[in-house]
């Protein structure tokens, strides 16, 4: 028996969720928060407000609770979640971490360490009322016997989230000069391309609510690949209609790089090679100028803001709220585990929230707009119109995020406690109608065994890399 075999409930049945505090829609304006029960009929939201409990429904008592639409992480890297907090690299910058973690560990990563990390991230990411994530898979090499494609599909589906794969990788890659630190997989762009082209027939679904979808996805845009390769991949996502993706503007070295090399700032650069457009997200967009934010601005360009990662790597603070203040789009991400030990969208809220107002005052952002970002906003930006609001009429992607404990005591407005008060818990979490998380439990996952899985790979790596 697996660590996860997904024992769906609800399905025929009618869900109905009882007795709310209230609901953050997730929308802007007058929408914004509505109040009463909600019915879940075929995967979708049916009804809020007065709904009568018929013999047949599938019951949820969500006293005590606040309802969001299932959150969306528009970045990460599933695969970090093995490699947390890495003793030699716990206190570096960025470019000395990609060193330290994902290019000294790749060639370790096998099917078990992979599948037990993605399990880990996507239990991590359910269990915070996540329910969509964006990853951002970048080691696809000869040396592996296993697909990592279908090991992440297969988990998402296990686990009952949506998973939208951005496919990486990199045509060229960086040689250091230490013998036990062997340069990341490269493919050349055909390998990468008719891959891509090979997962887009496999998985991906372009419906307006898809539990599957690919991306193109390059590690970066600038050192990854060169410039007409960058170029190449636009137009081939775009004949494939599928999204783009990739890092950008992480640090002040990535935009000196870009600089000295192609003179002109990062999204002038992207901008250039057919890379922006309402295709297109990237994730950090941290050192911005003035011209940048209106080129993302002006072309529906989406960002993946990640506060955590880029204060535990000490990047910066993206200027989300400035991009989204010239009209622009902005989804929140946790980013991989390796940067960020806590992949939990609450935490990530919580921080978002702060953030912004240690630097601009307390008028910048609110908790509605911190969960807006985190579920609408979200969906948008991956094409998934479907999903991200509470409404009557979209697919039922839900959260019942529990405001009754010692922390919320004492609160005027629950509706703000999943984000104000931080580290909330969730009760209950639908997918599509599903209930995947139920009492605080991911049905169907065997919590201890992933535990004990998760131990006896971080062991095994650990003594490859000489922990
Ligand atoms: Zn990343």
Redesign the pocket.
Known sequence: MSACSMDYHGIGRDVVIRNASGILTGLHGADERRTGDIRISKGRIAAIGAVNVLPDDDVLDARGGVVTPGLVST?H?LFQSVLKGIPSAINAPLETWLRLVPTMYWRYLDEEALQTAARIGMAELLLSGCTTVAD?HYLFADSYDYDPAAILFETAQQMGMRLVLARGGTTRTRRFDTDDIIPAPTQTLEQMLRHTSDLVSRYHDPAPDSMRRIAIAPNTPTWGVTPEELRDMAVAARSMKIGLHT?LSETQNYVRYCLETYNMRPVQFVAEHGWVGPDVWF??LVHLDESEIAILAQTDTGMAH?PQ?NGRLGSGIAPAVALERAGGRVSLAV??AA?NEACDMGAEMHTAWLLHRFVHGAGVLRCEDVVRWSSREGARILGLPDIGAVAEGMSADLAVHDVSQLRHAGMADLLLAPVACGAASVRYVLTAGRVVVRDGHISGLDMPELLQQARTVVNRLAACCGG
Do not use: V, Y
């Open positions: 970045h890297h951002h890092h994730a950090h990640c990662s980013d991989g940067s």
